[in-house]
T-cell receptor
Framework: DAGVIQSPRHEVTEMGQEVTLRCKPI?????LFWYRQTMMRGLELLIY????????DSGMPEDRFSAKMPNASFSTLKIQPSEPRDSAVYFC??????????FGDGTRLSIL | DQQVKQNSPSLSVQEGRISILNCDYT??????FLWYKKYPAEGPTFLIS?????DKNEDGRFTVFLNKSAKHLSLHIVPSQPGDSAVYFC??????????????FGTGTRLKVLA
């Protein structure tokens, strides 16, 4: 049974470049979450989708961040233009309901 | 404004002893609390949860206690094993009448179990 799949696992790019992170949730899960992990703030919820519709994007830090979920099996988180302070580990998670979430292994993003 | 706080960034415990990880929250409207465990280079995995209407939930070596009056929950691991060494995140969930919900995670506590 495949878990949540994120790609790429690592991304190193220069400031100003566009970054796209990808996520494939577990089949049948109707909620999808994007998180950012930093030392100072722990796991921050950026946005969550329910049935492919964005429900809460209050955690998206700036207009440079955008997320889409064109269908039930795919979501992207895009940063354009990227800045060094965006460097973090980004996690995608999915869940079949309100409680337990299943996380991917994350994308470690470094902006130089 | 950190609504879910884990004030101890790290904890070391001897193998076989009890590990107690603490979490404080500020919003009395949370409906559910969860603990996740995270190993390096992996995503967090669900460990145990508790509804706000309960004060204790136990699953094997793991027990979560909820003290609503103090807005405090704790995770007890007995006995601690070296494989328990990981970062533990506390999370709180609030469900809205619209059917949507809000999750807030703490900053994590790194547990090291010494052999």
């Amino acid at each position: 049974d495949a878990g949540v799949i994120q790609s790429p696992r690592h991304e190193v790019t220069e400031m100003g470049q566009e970054v796209t992170l990808r996520c494939k949730p577990i089949s049948g899960h109707n909620s999808l979450f994007w998180y950012r992990q930093t030392m100072m703030r722990g796991l921050e919820l950026l946005i969550y989708f329910n049935n492919n519709v964005p429900i809460d994007d209050s955690g998206m830090p700036e207009d440079r961040f955008s997320a889409k979920m064109p269908n039930a099996s795919f979501s992207t988180l895009k940063i354009q233009p990227s800045e060094p302070r965006d460097s973090a580990v980004y996690f995608c998670a999915s869940s079949p309901g309100a409680e337990r979430q299943h996380f991917g292994d994350g994308t470690r993003l470094s902006i130089l | 404004d950190q609504q879910v706080k884990q004030n101890s960034p790290s904890l070391s415990v001897q193998e076989g002893r009890i590990s107690i990880l603490n979490c404080d929250y500020t919003n009395s409207m949370f409906d559910y609390f969860l603990w996740y465990k995270k190993y390096p280079a992996e995503g967090p995995t669900f460990l145990i949860s508790i509804s706000s209407i309960k004060d204790k939930n136990e699953d094997g070596r793991f027990t979560v206690f909820l003290n609503k009056s103090a807005k405090h929950l704790s995770l007890h691991i007995v006995p601690s094993q070296p494989g328990d060494s990981a970062v533990y995140f506390c999370a709180a969930m609030r469900r809205f009448t619209s059917g949507t919900y809000k999750y807030i995670f703490g900053t994590g506590t790194r547990l090291k179990v010494l052999a």
